[in-house]
């Protein structure tokens, strides 16, 4: 079992910036892939920002294009956290964002599974 614990969400004026943390705890598993996603009232949850290939060690990152330039996604393998800085933001910023992780089980039957966290809303006002 996996939980993952968000904080970092709250309000702020455009053109500010807030920090994202996410901590997954448990056993019995290895990340493969951790990131953020959010959702915006009346639309669907879409990626902000992901770290990949945490089992080989070989990360990579991905990014939606509405944020380039102003996110940054970071990790601490050890501690099993990301961190997500938003910079420069915009009213469009505005959703609950949610951690997310897809994990390989280490004993048998070594299924690949994802999981979320509870949300954390982030508010960008004018």
């Known amino acids: 079992q996996v939980q993952l614990v968000e904080s970092g969400g709250g309000s702020v004026e455009a053109g500010g910036s807030l920090r994202l943390s996410c901590v997954a705890s448990g056993t019995g598993w290895s990340i493969n892939s951790m990131g953020w996603y959010r959702q915006a009232p009346g639309k669907q949850r879409e990626l902000v920002a992901a770290?990949?290939?945490?089992?080989?060690?070989?990360?990579?990152?991905n990014y939606a294009d509405s944020v380039k330039g102003r996110f940054s996604i970071s990790r601490d393998s050890a501690k099993k956290t990301i961190y997500l800085q938003m910079n420069s933001l915009k009213p469009e910023d505005t959703a609950v964002y949610y951690c997310?992780?897809?994990?390989?089980?280490?004993?048998?039957?070594?299924?690949?599974?994802?999981?979320w966290g509870q949300g954390t809303q982030v508010t960008v006002s004018n």
């Open positions: 997310h992780t897809d994990i390989l089980e280490t004993a048998p039957p070594f299924r690949l599974t994802d999981y």
């Open positions: 770290i990949t290939r945490w089992i080989t060690s070989d990360y990579g990152t």
